[in-house]
């Protein structure tokens, strides 16, 4: 098989209120070094090291972020950084990416990854993705890496697998029967129990002209929107862009495409992967003491249990208080029951409501 | 009987942590607005309007403190200032002013007043003021102030009140039979309902001479270091205090005098008296909502129960949580379970064991 052009598309253009008051509208968690000294977007890069050459990456970002992004990926070239006017969700993203590099190499492959998700075994992690990219290569499958769950978990979407279908350098490749939405807590206890189900990573690989196919078919209104794209460059992309891109369907790749094309392989992917989707993931990637809290800054916790304060620029003194989330950020602080750090996104809208949207 | 010189002294040495962190070592409660616009010392300097002159009124305070002092009086006379180089607790306070009072009127009348407590009914509180120092005119008769409780607090003293010897401008003045300190709930239930039992103010009247003779008798360390200041003035007087007072004995008025001397008169004061001693007590200071919370500042509290918030510089989000003191100071941040509050003391020791000290 003659050598294929490889391209990967980081989606960095979320704008995740879970961090907050950390990740603000104008600096969202692909933005923050949540797990170590690098953002979520740096490590996202650097994971495709060997695999990927700087200029055959690209990140799909909101224009906001497009200074974020520069000055967090130096190596990228900046015509590799594609900002759309408005989020329209995954599918119109991927589908921009997909009309940009069909110019260069419509036979070409390319590789989606969400810009905000951790991965502790790169190894593990590069040895998948290029086992994907093997099973892509033929330009018959949509191929997806669904992670090995470790646990009933209700907030991720997940991937029913069927038979095998091959094995790329060592990895199985399973035919992908069925993707699901967040499932209840008994759905999810069966989900692990069965050994069948996958979660979905939001990681996909694909041929270029496969996946612009399947959304023609799939999406046509995406579809009709990108052919307005796809003639123009450099100046005149942002000015059609501008022009087209509010008018696109806001509609993400899991539902659009997963969840419809019949060709879909799935590999699992064992590396240790995390959405590091609320701030109590945090206690994960950080040293409790014997009670069980987190203290990222300076501070004493007296009496206190299984409590997580993120506050690097000052003291914090807690006494006699437990399963409490304490994030402070200069302007704002965030306080809160540890089990309802999910609702963060319902107090950022009282915020709102209650006119304090700047500090959002 | 002559007109009498009357003194006010007014006690603002105290380096209460108890609001920590938005009392500081340098800058402890009763330079505080905490309940209004006014710091409690201006608000205590206030409440003698019309009953003693500025220039008839003294600070006791830290040396720390003179500025502040200045600042916030700004209508006493400089030498109405008396700043002690290091505290050596309220008889040492008291016995300074009387030494100097001494020398300006030896029969004249002194009403010792805390800095930091807070008196809802002012004109009442000056009824009984000027009741008591009629009680005081004589020079037979410690006077003091008791508060008429109101519940069961174990966090003050009591002061158990015997025969009633006089009536003072339509007061009733009563024997002191006996000071109590704190007692525990049980006991507190017990005074509560005798209604013999009243709260110690720390307000006491006396003339200069009576309160000199008594410290001579009951305390006669502290008499002599007195009588090695009394006869210094201006920068000597400085001087000579730097040399004699550390070496004073730091012991409390209620201590040393109250619980030893035998005529002791006390009136029964109910004029809406706190001592606002921690963080609960401001609740009933501001306004609460629904759901028993108190915001000073901006911010939003969701499914948050008998909160305080104090964060006047800041946007607080609080979801989930309940009996919580949430208070912020710009470098510092205390969460305290509600029901903890007496306890920061403990808290600050931590934070200085941990180095913290710099935020105390």
Not at 51 to 69: G, N, S
Not at 238 to 267: C, F, H, Q, W
Request: aromatic letters at 8%; glycine letters at 10%.
């Amino acid at each position: 098989m003659p050598k294929q052009n490889l391209f990967a598309v980081i989606l960095a253009g979320g704008s995740g209120e879970r961090f907050w008051p950390l990740s603000r509208r104008a600096r969202p968690k692909q933005f923050l070094a949540l797990v170590g000294e690098r953002t979520m977007l740096q490590l996202t890069a650097e994971r495709l090291a060997g695999i990927v050459k700087p200029q055959d990456t690209f990140v799909v970002t909101a224009r906001a972020y497009l200074d974020l992004v520069r000055a967090q990926l130096p190596g990228l070239p900046e015509e590799n950084i594609l900002a759309e006017p408005v989020g329209r969700n995954t599918a119109a993203a991927v589908g921009l990416a997909a009309a940009l590099l069909a110019r260069r190499s419509p036979g070409g492959i390319m590789a989606v990854l969400p810009a905000d998700h951790y991965v502790a075994d790169v190894a593990r992690f590069q040895a998948v993705l290029r086992a994907a990219i093997g099973a892509a290569r033929d330009g018959q499958w949509v191929v997806t890496i669904g992670i090995t769950p470790t646990r009933p978990e209700t907030g991720y979407g997940y991937i029913c697998r069927g038979e095998q279908h091959a094995v790329f350098m060592g990895i199985p490749a399973y035919r992908a029967l069925r993707f699901t939405e967040k499932p209840d807590v008994r759905q999810a206890r069966e989900f692990l129990a069965s050994g069948r189900y996958l979660w979905n990573s939001g990681i996909f690989v694909w041929r270029v002209d496969l996946i612009s196919r399947l959304i023609a078919r799939y999406l046509p209104e995406l579809h009709g929107g990108l052919l307005r794209l796809a003639g123009t460059i450099g100046d005149r992309l942002a000015a059609a862009m501008e022009e087209v891109y509010p008018d696109l369907p806001g509609i993400s790749v899991d539902y659009g495409i997963m969840e419809r094309a019949p060709n879909i392989l799935v590999l699992p992917g064992d590396f240790g992967w995390d959405d590091v989707g609320s701030w109590p993931a945090l206690e994960g990637y950080r040293e409790n003491d014997d009670l069980g809290n987190v203290l990222e800054g300076r501070g004493v916790l007296l009496d206190t249990r299984n409590t997580l304060v993120y506050a690097p620029h000052k003291v914090v003194a807690t006494l006699g208080v437990e399963n409490l989330i304490i994030a402070d950020a200069g302007d704002s602080l965030l306080v809160c029951r540890k089990e309802r750090a999910q609702e963060i996104k319902r107090l950022l809208a009282a915020l709102k409501e209650a006119g304090l949207g700047e500090v959002l």
